[in-house]
């Protein structure tokens, strides 16, 4: 399944495919349906596709497989009958070289088992058809992410008006075409906008909102349902405090999940305001750092006596932004949040172990109390340093001093800057993820998603920019080192 804090990629309208007039597709059997959709094209020579088929394709044949009595028996129904059932979405026929028109057995068993029939002229090859699939996949997409993009924008700020929460339920209504609803840690509906569904309806979104609300252990974040009539879905807000968003819509497009999401981070935050008061004693406690209080004096003010600092960085190629900053310190426990350049920074009360996060790279540090804040903030970036070299989710930081301890930071980063400046971001990288599995060149491909061949390439253009021996074990030991700064 797709990561949900990215849109799937919509499918394309069988319709779109035909109206290319470059293609010039023509549907010769089986329904005209407006709706009728396809996930990708596959072509297959196969007299029995059902094997390699995934469900939602275009199966693209030019009847090679077809023997030549096949017309006065079943052969037709039972190809048919068995792309039907693999979930194929629809079958395009070339005519020619193979054959000079579509077999009539094959139209009448098409119209028989309701399979979209498409007749793919002489003119147009199968790889044509194929990348306007793609193209057309492309452009949904592009217009799928400009729309959450949008929404994104339009729940941020109505966040920041007078009347956050209702503004907020408001866009998000708005953008699913449905009906959104905050109950609060009694069930009771706090909030809702949108157009109102039955009464059926209401019952179920109710009901599915006591599945996600916090019970314990393993309790689910979210969760849907779905009718012929109406999607349902229930996301938990905040971290613990028993706030649940729930929407109700006609329908649910791709991106829909993710703009409900941005909203529930949104109103974890406004919620847990609304529920602690947590929102003064942060600001009490700014205040009194700015007018010169001791950090152990203010830390009470922010809910505890020993801490612990969290790195975080994501895992995509993008700066994090502040919305998916604030996603992770709720998702951690903690609205003390700070995005700094590449890196998150989360303060969080000392309590139940840090857990990685989808889409995260995390650096823990010890527990310390306020007077050793900065301490854990320097540890917490090396065990982040740690967790990118030998691509672990999360790191903590170890009690016992390693052998980068005994280098000042700097000392350490000056060397790690003159050693490695001859190599660029992506033989930087290759050559920290191949000496982290040992140099392994099937490891680091897979770890990569590259031919083994590149990776040899460009370790071997490593070793003749840096001017060392990679067999070296030495020269291994002083390049980690130097890998392994921040």
Not at 218 to 244: E, K, Q, R
Not at 261 to 277: F, I, M, R, Y
Not at 332 to 348: H, M, T, Y
Request: net charge negative; glycine share 8%.
């Amino acid at each position: 399944m797709p990561d949900p804090a990215v849109p799937p990629t919509p499918p394309v309208p069988l319709a779109a495919l035909l109206a290319r007039e470059d293609l010039g597709l023509r549907q010769i059997a089986g329904p005209a349906d407006p709706s009728a959709v396809v996930h990708w094209a596959h072509t297959s020579e196969m007299a029995d596709p059902y094997p390699y088929l995934l469900g939602g394709e275009l199966l693209l044949t030019a009847g090679v497989h077809i023997p030549e009595a096949a017309g006065s028996g079943t052969y037709f129904d039972d190809y048919v009958s068995r792309i039907v059932a693999a979930g194929g979405a629809a079958l395009g026929f070339g005519v020619a070289p193979v054959h000079d028109t579509v077999p009539r057995a094959l139209v009448a068993a098409c119209d028989s088992y309701e399979l979209p029939l498409i007749e793919v002229p002489p003119r147009t090859t199968f790889s044509a058809v194929a990348r306007a699939v793609w193209q057309l996949m492309a452009q949904a997409r592009h217009a799928e992410l400009r729309r959450v993009t949008e929404a994104q924008q339009s729940l941020a700020a109505a966040a920041s008006r007078p009347d956050p929460v209702p503004s907020v339920l408001r866009q998000l209504a708005q953008r699913v075409g449905g009906w959104a609803v905050l109950y609060g840690p009694d069930g009771v509906e706090v909030a809702a906008a949108g157009r109102q569904v039955g009464t059926a309806a209401r019952e179920a979104l109710t009901g599915l909102t006591e599945v996600v609300r916090p019970s314990g252990p393993g309790t689910p974040t979210s969760a849907s349902h779905a009718t012929a009539d109406v999607h349902l879905a229930a996301y938990s807000l905040g971290a613990g405090h028993g706030f649940v968003l729930g929407v109700a819509a006609p329908q649910r497009d791709p991106g829909d999940h993710t703009i409900a999401s941005v909203a529930a981070v949104l109103l974890s935050l406004l919620t847990g305001e609304h529920q602690s008061g947590s929102g003064a004693a942060r600001s009490s406690a700014l205040v009194r750092l700015l007018l010169g209080a001791p950090a152990q004096d203010v830390a009470p003010l922010l809910g505890g006596e020993q801490w612990v600092v969290v790195h975080a960085r994501p895992d995509t190629l993008t700066a994090p932004d502040p919305v998916a900053a604030s996603a992770l310190g709720a998702a951690l426990g903690s609205p003390l949040v700070d995005v700094a350049r590449e890196v998150v920074r989360v303060l969080l009360p000392a309590g139940p172990e840090p857990a990685p996060q989808p889409g995260w790279t995390l650096g823990v540090s010890a527990v310390a109390g306020p007077r050793e804040w900065a301490a854990a903030d320097v540890q917490a970036g090396r065990a982040l340093a740690r967790a990118r070299a030998t691509r672990a989710g999360l790191v903590r930081y170890g009690a016992r001093p390693a052998l980068a301890d005994l280098v000042p930071e700097a000392d350490a980063e000056a060397h790690a800057r003159a050693l490695l400046a001859p190599l660029a971001p992506a033989l930087t990288e290759t050559l920290r993820t191949w000496l982290s599995l040992h140099g392994s060149w099937d490891r680091t491909a897979v770890a990569l998603d590259v031919h083994r061949n590149t990776v040899r390439q460009r370790i071997a253009k490593c070793a003749a920019l840096l001017e060392r021996d990679l067999d070296d074990p030495d020269v291994r030991m002083e390049l980690w080192f130097a890998l392994r700064r921040p």
